[in-house]
C-alpha cells in the first residue's frame, strides 16, 4: 500500500493540528494504522494507533488526551488529531500501515510507511 501524508506545518504552542494519510494500492480497510513520529538523533516513536474499524484505538502516554486518531474507509484515510501542542511535539510524523486488522504500538509490526510531514510547534 501506498501511503501519504498531508503536508504538516508551523503551529503554535497550544494550537491544533490535523493530519491526514491517504492510502492506496490495497483493501485500506483490512489493517490497522498506526502514526509514529521522529526527531533528529531520537528514534522513532509511536504516537497512536487505530484497528481496522476504529473500534480500537491506544494512544502513546504522551499525547494521551491531546491526541485523537480516526480513519475513514470509504476515503481510505486515516486521521490524527492534535490538540494543546507543545514544542516537544515538533517532529517528523509518519503514518503507517499493519497488514493486521488489529493495531500495534511496535514500528515493527508495520508494512508501509509513509513519506513523513514535518510538524514544529514554536511562538
Known amino acids: 500500500v501506498q501511503l501519504v501524508e498531508s503536508v504538516g506545518g508551523l503551529v503554535r504552542p497550544g494550537g491544533s493540528l490535523r493530519l491526514s494519510c491517504a492510502a492506496s494500492?490495497?483493501?485500506?480497510?483490512?489493517?490497522?494504522m498506526g502514526w509514529f513520529r521522529q526527531v533528529p538523533g531520537r528514534e522513532r516513536e509511536f504516537v497512536a494507533t487505530?484497528?481496522?474499524?476504529?473500534?480500537?484505538?491506544w494512544y502513546a502516554d504522551s499525547v494521551l488526551g491531546r491526541s485523537r486518531i480516526s480513519r475513514d474507509n470509504a476515503k481510505n484515510t486515516v486521521y490524527l488529531q492534535m490538540d494543546n501542542l507543545k514544542p516537544e511535539d515538533t517532529a517528523v510524523y509518519y503514518c503507517?500501515?499493519?497488514?493486521?486488522?488489529?493495531?500495534?504500538?511496535?514500528?515493527?509490526?508495520?508494512?508501509?510507511w509513509g513519506q513523513g510531514t514535518q510538524v514544529t510547534i514554536s511562538a
Open positions: 487505530i484497528s481496522w474499524n476504529g473500534g480500537s484505538t
Open positions: 494500492g490495497r483493501t485500506f480497510e483490512a489493517f490497522a
Open positions: 503507517a500501515a499493519r497488514y493486521d486488522p488489529s493495531m500495534a504500538t511496535d514500528q515493527s509490526q508495520y508494512d508501509s
